[in-house]
């Protein structure tokens, strides 16, 4: 099963606007994908107020005997300004909760530069297929649910009484796949062609993501 994570930009107030809405351009509407994880710097565009479900109809040639053609799903949706606005407001939180990593400031303004400059004016991620290949499928919209809670920077929804956003680092290095215990790359590694490490491109990747068609601003100007 593929594992592709896609943040969208489109029209439309729609889930899954690559196959829901009519004319979407993957050339300039799919802002970055990533691999068998949500980089963490989209989540930080997201609160759990934003998860939406809907109801989606699979086509019958592409369903196994006895499926249903009705396939329910839930994902981030958002218009583009207020998804903008929260990137900023996680940014305190995300460089508390990653002292020891390194401030995110650099990286989130070459998002909002990618994000701004797609065409729509509503932000989503695509994320069922990520979804699908979760160790534990039921555990997925929880754990998003509760790591999106913590980026307002108050209760991370531990239930043992902790506020201090453990939990929220954790579920948020589990949704991204984050390396953490090293210092963030910088935002502009592969722009100025800096030397790094395996790890450092890898950290790269989950912070933001990779261009899908077109490049990205941090990995060409």
């Known amino acids: 099963m593929a594992n592709y994570s896609y943040l969208c930009s489109a029209d439309a107030a729609s889930l899954y606007p690559s196959s829901q809405v009519a004319g979407f351009d993957p050339r300039t509407g799919v802002v970055a994908h990533d691999?068998?994880?949500?980089?963490?710097l989209w989540l930080a565009m997201f609160r759990p107020a934003d998860l939406v479900t809907g109801v989606f109809t699979v086509d019958e040639e592409d369903l196994d005997d006895g499926e249903d053609p009705e396939v329910r799903?839930?994902?981030?949706?958002?218009?583009?300004?207020?998804?903008?606005?929260?990137?900023?407001?996680?940014?305190?939180?995300?460089?508390?909760?990653?002292?020891?990593?390194?401030?995110?400031?650099?990286?989130?303004?070459?998002?909002?530069?990618?994000?701004?400059?797609?065409?729509?004016?509503?932000?989503?991620?695509?994320?069922?297929?990520?979804?699908?290949?979760?160790?534990?499928?039921?555990?997925f919209q929880p754990t998003l649910r509760a790591a999106l809670a913590g980026l307002?920077?108050?209760?991370?929804?531990?239930?043992?009484?902790?506020?201090?956003?453990?939990?929220?680092?954790?579920?948020?290095?589990?949704?991204?796949?984050?390396?953490?215990?090293?210092?963030?790359?910088?935002?502009?590694?592969?722009?100025?062609?800096?030397e790094a490490g395996d790890d450092d491109h890898w950290n790269l990747a989950r912070l933001l993501g990779?261009?899908?068609?077109?490049?990205?601003?941090?990995?060409?100007e």
């Open 35 to 40: 691999v068998s994880c949500v980089p963490l």
């Open 73 to 139: 799903a839930t994902a981030p949706l958002v218009a583009k300004e207020r998804a903008l606005a929260q990137l900023d407001a996680a940014l305190p939180v995300l460089n508390g909760l990653f002292a020891d990593e390194g401030p995110l400031d650099a990286h989130a303004a070459l998002l909002r530069r990618a994000v701004e400059r797609a065409p729509g004016a509503f932000v989503t991620i695509e994320l069922e297929e990520v979804e699908g290949i979760w160790e534990d499928e039921e555990t």
């Open 152 to 194: 307002d920077g108050g209760s991370d929804g531990d239930t043992d009484g902790d506020t201090g956003g453990a939990a929220t680092r954790s579920r948020l290095i589990e949704l991204s796949r984050l390396r953490p215990g090293r210092p963030f790359p910088p935002a502009r590694l592969l722009v100025d062609g800096l």
């Open 210 to 220: 990779a261009g899908f068609i077109g490049a990205v601003p941090w990995e060409s």
